[in-house]
């Protein structure tokens, strides 16, 4: 009789998530300490920024969880620790927020990226970057009832005031 599936136990699964981050962390150079100075000097750069910098105003009061949070998020989506035990796409959903918010969300990761990790990580790190933007952009379209075509972003419609 053939097994189609294995069943681990805890300790083994452990182990092999523990070398494949160790994996990730030699190939990439990335550790805790790079997370922590790209989530600060992006959200830095977040708060001055004209576009995206109040959006996050409105609603965050107390940075330090939230920078926490993104500490663990990086961490998980970097090298699959899976200490991040959040739900992103729901938080996002009500947003006021469309295609020219994730282009600069983006814009900004990757310059802070680029500037304080080396080429190797940096590219890591932007690649996920841009895989995250595309995800939430489409879910973020999908509960605004749009469905985008491939290719397609998603601009929400300009409120024009017009006198009753």
Known sequence: ???????????????????????????????????????????????????????????????APHLAQMKLFWSSVALSTGVYQGRPMPKHLPLPIDARHFDRWLELFVETARALCPPIAADHFVERARRIAESLELGVANASGVRLAMGERFVRPTQVWTPD
């Open 1 to 63: 009789m053939q097994t189609l599936f294995r069943i681990d136990d805890p300790a083994s699964a452990a182990a092999r998530r523990g070398a494949a981050v160790q994996r990730l962390r030699d190939e990439t150079g990335i550790d805790e300490a790079m997370i922590d100075a790209l989530v600060e000097g992006f959200y830095a750069r977040v708060r001055d920024d004209a576009l995206i910098g109040p959006i996050f105003a409105d609603r965050i009061t107390d940075w």
